[in-house]
């Protein structure tokens, strides 16, 4: 079985930065891909920011030279500056993983609130 935990959630002013984590467990062997998305109630999930395992990362436009995803381990990170009202959402990760025993498996985190506001 394989957990993911997101942290770093909260509220921020407008402008501001936060920096979320998001740390991967269990019997991994490795992470192909952890992808950060973001979702409004009512709206669809976004994707937000992708690392893979080469290290490469995508952005989504909207947050493009504002955030940075880096990874450091099983653990991935958010960075967010310059934050909008518009960013104001419930932020999840998502591992694509291969576990012990060779599958291939995508496991979510429980998401962590962000809430930008003055």
């Known amino acids: 079985q394989v957990q993911l935990v997101e942290s770093g959630g909260g509220s921020v002013q407008p402008g501001g930065s936060r920096r979320l984590s998001c740390a991967a467990s269990?019997?991994?062997?490795?992470?192909?891909?952890i992808t950060w998305y973001r979702q409004e109630p009512g709206s669809d999930r976004q994707l937000v920011a992708t690392?893979?395992?080469?290290?490469s990362t995508k952005y989504a436009d909207s947050v493009k030279d504002r955030f940075a995803i880096s990874r450091e381990g099983k653990t991935v990170c958010l960075q967010m500056n310059s934050l909008k009202p518009e960013a104001t959402a419930n932020y999840s990760c998502?591992?694509?993983?291969?576990?012990?025993?060779?599958?291939?498996?995508?496991?979510w985190g429980q998401g962590t609130q962000v809430t930008i506001s003055s």
């Open positions: 998502v591992a694509d993983v291969v576990e012990v025993g060779r599958r291939r498996s995508a496991y």
């Open positions: 269990g019997r991994i062997l490795m992470i192909n891909s």
């Open positions: 690392i893979s395992d080469d290290g």
